[in-house]
């Protein structure tokens, strides 16, 4: 197997595996609750994402840099509330 992506916490390896099993990916999520081991472990203890099928692998770093910059995008444009017209700035959560 091959790592494809270190992800910051848990919440966005599943995000990204999820999203890539979507687009026909398989990837295993390992080193997903080794959070609870902190202080224990080293430092450097990310969930990781590892490609089922190498032959993927160009493919899923493809996904995962689209669906990089789609979040850089969102998180830098003003956000519209539909119903009261209201606008957010980028910076603020919605």
Same mark, same amino acid.
């Given at each position: 197997m091959r790592k494809l992506y270190e992800a910051a916490d848990r919440? %966005?390896?599943?995000?990204?595996? @999820?999203y890539l099993q979507e687009h026909g990916v398989a990837t295993v999520l390992?080193? @997903? *609750? &080794? #959070?609870?081991? !902190?202080? +224990? &472990? =080293? !430092?450097n203890i990310f969930p990781a994402l590892w490609m089922v099928k190498e032959e993927q692998y160009n493919h899923g770093r493809w996904?995962? +840099? !689209? *669906? %990089? %910059?789609? $979040? $850089? %995008?969102?998180? #830098? !444009?003003t956000w519209r509330c539909t119903v009261c017209? +209201? #606008?957010? @700035? =980028?910076? *603020? +959560? $919605?």
């Amino acid at each position: 197997m091959r790592k494809l992506y270190e992800a910051a916490d848990r919440v %966005e390896a599943q995000m990204l595996k @999820d999203y890539l099993q979507e687009h026909g990916v398989a990837t295993v999520l390992l080193g @997903d *609750f &080794l #959070s609870g081991g !902190a202080g +224990e &472990l =080293p !430092a450097n203890i990310f969930p990781a994402l590892w490609m089922v099928k190498e032959e993927q692998y160009n493919h899923g770093r493809w996904l995962i +840099e !689209a *669906f %990089e %910059e789609n $979040r $850089r %995008e969102q998180s #830098s !444009a003003t956000w519209r509330c539909t119903v009261c017209g +209201e #606008s957010i @700035d =980028p910076g *603020f +959560e $919605r």
